[in-house]
């Protein structure tokens, strides 16, 4: 989270590639609002973001955990650099 935090202004990082990832209007709308709402309000980080597992529970990320505690939340078992 702190890395993509010290990289969100660097044009070429982007984390996650989206590209050919289809989504649905909906939620896409629901994301603009609350970015919208995020940058009316002066947010410039996320101070908190949420995963859904496979058990349907939504468990908290707070701004500043670690990579390896994301990866225990959300069930990586091999190193990052592996899967790439």
Do not use: C
Not at 72 to 82: A, F, L, Q, R, T
Request: without cysteine.
């Amino acid at each position: 989270m702190q890395h993509h935090e010290d990289h969100f202004k660097d044009k070429d990082f982007r984390g996650i590639n989206p590209v050919g990832t289809t989504v649905d209007k909906k939620y896409r709308d629901e994301v603009w609002t609350n970015a919208k709402i995020a940058r009316w309000s002066g947010l410039t980080t996320v101070p908190l973001g949420v995963f859904k597992n496979s058990s349907g529970k939504y468990i908290p990320i707070p701004s500043g955990t670690d990579t390896e505690h994301i990866k225990k939340i959300v069930g990586i078992e091999k190193d990052v650099k592996e899967l790439q």
